[in-house]
């Protein structure tokens, strides 16, 4: 329907359960950059934007003092502060707060920018508990070295209701791409909905589209997209097939990358996906091999072969060759 929401999509996500406060954050938080940087992204490229909901929720109950209902409502609004204008938000928040203090309140709250100007609004509004745990995070992760990618944001607050602490966002910073490119949070109640103790845990979804977006953007998608495979193994025959799981299974039992093309196949067929995927070696068994004993280990490169007997020694003499 849009750039960044197709009708289907994958989702790779992670979580960690039981960690000490504050260490599954730090350690879900690195998984994601060093995944990014994994493909050569930068801190110019994307921010780490967070919040904590003890944070929201202590400045929800302590100083505007709204029930849950009304926070419910104000933590919509919050979500979306920064896609509507500040006419509409002022309007939404004062279909919720009836109170003009109030919203001047939540107005100074979303114009918090930086993990300085947080600290003196805890101080300032006696929410030091609340925030230090995201004090924390923030300063461990500068420690580091990634302050460049780190920013409060006030208007991170994750829709998902079952959020009670750390909440993020990586954005993309280019402008044609403008969005979040994973989030997620920690949650200490979600066990809870399986009638589970209550356990800690935090985590992220990254969808395969927004990633590939955010890839193509800067020019970051990697041009080879396969695995490095040793062999390419394929059987021309049905009466070859046997040799060929074989062959196969014996080599990667000695660590070998195998990859086997399933059912019979034309020659040229099989060169083209190791061309294609660039394996290293290739090994076509048919019915001329079985009769006289004997098969080709392929170079894809330098188009050298080599002629191997297939008896007991052959999986060694072709480990011999990838060597």
Same mark, same amino acid.
């Given at each position: 329907?849009q750039?960044?929401?197709l009708?289907e999509?994958?989702?790779?996500n992670?979580?960690?359960?039981g960690?000490?406060?504050? /260490?599954?954050e730090?350690?879900?938080?690195l998984?994601?950059?060093?995944f990014l ?13 967070l919040?904590?909901r003890?944070?929201?929720d ?7 003092m709204i ?11 919050l979500?979306?502060?920064k896609?509507?204008s500040?006419?509409?938000? /002022? &309007?939404q928040? /004062? ?5 003009d203090?109030?919203i001047?309140?939540t107005?100074q709250?979303?114009?918090l ?9 805890l ?6 508990q ?8 923030a ?5 580091l070295?990634?302050?460049p990618?780190?920013s409060?944001?006030?208007?991170i607050?994750r829709g ?11 954005f993309?910073k280019?402008p &044609?791409?403008?969005r979040a490119i994973?989030?997620?949070?920690a949650?200490?109640?979600l $066990?809870q909905?399986?009638n ?5 845990g935090?985590?992220?979804g990254?969808?395969d589209?927004?990633?590939?977006d955010f890839?193509?953007?800067? /020019?970051?998608l990697p ?8 062999i390419?193994c ?6 070859a097939e ?11 039992k ?7 093309m ?12 190791a &061309?294609?995927?660039?394996?290293r070696?290739?090994?076509m068994l048919?019915?001329?091999e079985?009769?006289s004993?004997? $098969?080709?280990?392929k ?9 191997l007997?297939?008896d007991?020694s052959?999986?060694q003499?072709?480990?011999q060759?990838?060597?």
């Amino acid at each position: 329907p849009q750039r960044g929401r197709l009708r289907e999509h994958w989702q790779f996500n992670a979580d960690i359960f039981g960690a000490p406060t504050g /260490q599954g954050e730090i350690e879900i938080l690195l998984l994601i950059i060093n995944f990014l940087e994994s493909f050569g992204a930068h801190a110019h490229h994307a921010s780490l934007l967070l919040n904590d909901r003890k944070i929201v929720d202590g400045f929800f109950t302590k100083c505007l003092m709204i029930d849950d209902p009304s926070k419910h409502k104000v933590y919509k609004t919050l979500d979306r502060a920064k896609k509507i204008s500040s006419e509409n938000l /002022q &309007e939404q928040l /004062q279909n919720v707060l009836h109170d003009d203090q109030k919203i001047q309140a939540t107005l100074q709250y979303l114009e918090l920018s930086c993990f300085k100007s947080l600290a003196k609004f805890l101080d300032h509004n006696n929410l030091q508990q609340e925030g230090q745990e995201l004090l924390d995070i923030a300063q461990k992760l500068t420690s580091l070295g990634l302050s460049p990618y780190l920013s409060f944001d006030p208007t991170i607050v994750r829709g998902l209701d079952y959020y009670t602490g750390l909440v993020f966002e990586v954005f993309d910073k280019h402008p &044609e791409n403008k969005r979040a490119i994973c989030g997620g949070g920690a949650y200490g109640n979600l $066990l809870q909905i399986f009638n589970e103790p209550a356990l800690a845990g935090i985590g992220f979804g990254m969808g395969d589209v927004t990633l590939t977006d955010f890839l193509e953007t800067h /020019q970051l998608l990697p041009k080879e997209i396969f695995p490095d495979i040793d062999i390419l193994c394929a059987y021309l025959t049905p009466r070859a097939e046997s040799l060929a799981w074989k062959i196969s299974n014996d080599l990667r039992k000695n660590d070998a990358n195998v990859e086997l093309m399933l059912g019979d196949q034309k020659p040229k067929k099989i060169f083209q996906l190791a &061309e294609y995927k660039k394996h290293r070696y290739v090994i076509m068994l048919g019915d001329h091999e079985l009769d006289s004993g004997q $098969l080709e280990l392929k170079n894809t490169s330098t188009k050298e072969t080599f002629p191997l007997k297939i008896d007991s020694s052959l999986v060694q003499n072709i480990l011999q060759k990838l060597r």
